[in-house]
């Protein structure tokens, strides 16, 4: 919509093409066409600036008053502001609105902040807001976009002494024996410097306290807490806050987890040749290694203490829970409870276990060269192996890495694969017999201390939640997708509408890297219609999934008190200020103009530009 009338905007485009013309048919150097032509553009710049862009320098002020039903206790604020605001000489205009706009005073019900500014004449340059910052219709006004600077006046009445933890902002993995921090979310309503305690503690047991000064009245405040924890395993967290005989408490859940990945090797016959694998892993900083080695019939050493009676090694994993088993030349019978319940194993042999199915002998001895697969160790080559005549892979096994120089009847030959037993996996490389002389060279441990770690994340355990499982009409769904270690792929998450209509939005994912945290995925959705939606994400190869629901809009009731947060996020997003106090407005209305500039002003550089350019033609044009 413009402001000017039509006839004059087609009257100053029709002169400026008669003159464009005019002086592009004139026979100057190319050189000085150019240059006018930038400066045509420029001038029709300026001269049509006002018509497209609506007058954005000038000094009307909309005072925009909220008349919703929240409101209605707080008409006498409302009218002293208006009493302070009327003898400032700045041009004022007034306005009200509940989820529209009106040029006269009306009474509404619910609130939509955005769609009232939105719906502004195109004259106004700044909006001063009288409001309680209460919306239950529209977008959040956190994530909206501002084209004028918006003052807001916080309207509420002074309720009683009243403080709660409204949320929290932590990691769900942490790791034992590192320091990890939460973050308390505090509001409070009349204990301005007033002080209250804030206790931290894991289960029933209190980790921390802390004396803290309360928040403004209705402003929010970060409290930051850090502790070290020291036990495995998910744990339920409480912050709780106390004043006098009042507190107020809130929990969650943080998984505490070893940094280390956890290998138990079992060995039914232990080779020398195979000694340097388990020597790798046990000189790994990033790796804690148990063993079941069995040295004669009746003799075991367990983590390096001889056993002479029979060992219960499904126990023993119980007991310990490794993120993966090596096993070595032992009846695979012993480890099928672990697998079956998602356990991971690396085999080595020609067990029934093993994802391979091979031929009589081995047809090569050396090195192998050019092998190809899933993981960055497989880019180049394989350590020295003998490799069985490998016929194929068994039904549902899954080839994760190939030679091509090496033929079989089904293509490549696979030489690392992985099949599926219950809710677990096998993995295993193809082959039985390692000559330890080639794998002193160098890199060669790093392949078998890589090989292991990556069997031992793939899959690993992921977390993803939303902040709330309800949400307001118009409010931020936030979306946060959390693993123990480095993820390295995208991540998009479905949102999908499941009240009965066909309504699905993809959104793409933020990510965020945390000191001595994990990396984690965030999705921010700023606004979705009232519904029950699914939420679908593959993380690491895992699909997860979840529900939110957005709430009918409620009919707005009176309330006391105001939305301090929201209208500050307004004032500082849009390029205004928050105005508390009645000599705020003596600064902001009727003060240094050049220091607190109500309106904001037009730059001067295009102006500049064309006179420069002006001048280099007529300087061109003269020689």
Not at 149 to 169: A, C, D, L, Q
Not at 173 to 191: C, F, L, N, P, R
Not at 356 to 384: A, H, Q, T, Y
Not at 487 to 497: A, G, P, T
Request: charged letters at 25%; proline letters at 5%.
């Amino acid at each position: 919509m413009f402001y000017q009338p039509n006839i004059y905007i087609f009257i100053s485009l029709l002169c400026a093409g008669v003159f464009l013309i005019f002086l592009f048919y004139k026979k100057d150097s190319r050189i000085a066409k150019v240059l006018r032509i930038t400066s045509i553009v420029i001038l029709l710049f300026l001269l049509l600036e006002p018509v497209i862009y609506a007058f954005r320098s000038n000094d009307t002020l909309a005072i925009l008053i909220d008349t919703s039903k929240s409101m209605e206790p707080k008409r006498d604020t409302v009218s002293w502001w208006i009493r302070k605001l009327d003898p400032y000489p700045v041009k004022k205009q007034y306005f009200w609105f509940d989820t529209t706009l009106y040029n006269r005073k009306r009474g509404g019900g619910a609130t939509d902040i955005i769609r009232a500014i939105e719906c502004l004449p195109s004259h106004i340059g700044a909006v001063l807001l009288l409001s309680d910052g209460i919306y239950t219709r529209g977008r959040d006004p956190r994530t909206a976009k501002y084209s004028r600077p918006v003052y807001t006046i916080s309207i509420e009445r002074k309720g009683e002494e009243n403080f709660r933890v409204v949320g929290y902002n932590r990691n769900y993995y942490i790791y034992k024996g590192d320091t990890a921090s939460v973050e308390a979310i505090i509001e409070g309503e009349g204990v301005k410097d007033k002080t209250a305690w804030l206790v931290f503690f894991e289960g029933e047991k209190e980790i921390s306290r802390s004396s803290i000064l309360l928040p403004p009245d209705r402003m929010r405040k970060s409290y930051r807490l850090h502790f070290i924890p020291k036990v495995s395993g998910v744990h339920i967290y409480t912050l709780t806050l106390r004043r006098n005989e009042k507190e107020n408490n809130i929990s969650f859940s943080m998984n505490v987890t070893d940094r280390r990945i956890k290998v138990l090797y079992i060995s039914g016959n232990p080779s020398f040749n195979l000694k340097f694998i388990r020597s790798a892993l046990e000189k790994d900083q990033n790796t804690r290694v148990h063993s079941i080695i069995q040295i004669a019939k009746d003799r075991w050493l367990v983590d390096g203490s001889p056993k002479r009676s029979n060992i219960d090694i499904e126990d023993y994993i119980q007991e310990i829970d490794p993120d993966i088993v090596f096993l070595e030349d032992l009846e695979p019978s012993s480890v099928t409870d672990y697998i079956d319940s998602e356990g991971k194993c690396f085999v080595i042999g020609k067990g029934h276990l093993s994802p391979f199915i091979f031929g009589g002998r081995p047809d090569r001895e050396g090195r192998i060269e050019f092998v190809r697969g899933e993981l960055d160790i497989f880019s180049e080559s394989l350590p020295s192996l003998a490799f069985f005549d490998v016929i194929g892979i068994k039904k549902g096994a899954k080839i994760l890495a190939v030679c091509p120089d090496i033929k079989t009847a089904q293509g490549n030959m696979p030489v690392f694969a992985s099949m599926t037993y219950g809710g677990g996996e096998v993995y295993s490389i193809a082959s039985d017999i390692l000559t330890p002389i080639n794998f002193t060279q160098k890199g060669d441990h790093n392949f078998w201390i890589g090989l292991i770690r990556w069997i031992a994340k793939r899959g690993e355990d992921i977390h993803i939640e939303t902040d709330k499982a309800i949400y307001k009409p118009g409010e931020n769904i936030r979306i946060r997708a959390e693993t123990r270690e480095m993820m390295d792929e995208d991540v998009l998450v479905e949102i999908k509408k499941i009240d009965g209509q066909n309504e699905s939005v993809q959104y793409q994912e933020k990510k965020y890297l945390y000191k001595k945290s994990p990396t984690a995925y965030e999705v921010i959705i700023d606004y979705l219609p009232p519904g029950r939606y699914e939420y679908r994400s593959k993380v690491n190869g895992n699909f997860i999934s979840g529900e939110f629901y957005v709430e009918e809009p409620l009919p707005e009731d009176p309330n006391p008190y105001a939305d301090n947060d929201l209208l500050t996020a307004i004032a500082l997003k849009s390029g205004g200020k928050v105005i508390h106090y009645p000599d705020d407005i003596e600064i902001t209305m009727g003060g240094d103009k050049e220091k607190y500039p109500l309106f904001p002003s037009r730059s001067p550089f295009p102006l500049v530009l064309l006179v420069v350019l002006l001048s280099i033609e007529w300087w061109i044009l003269r020689k």
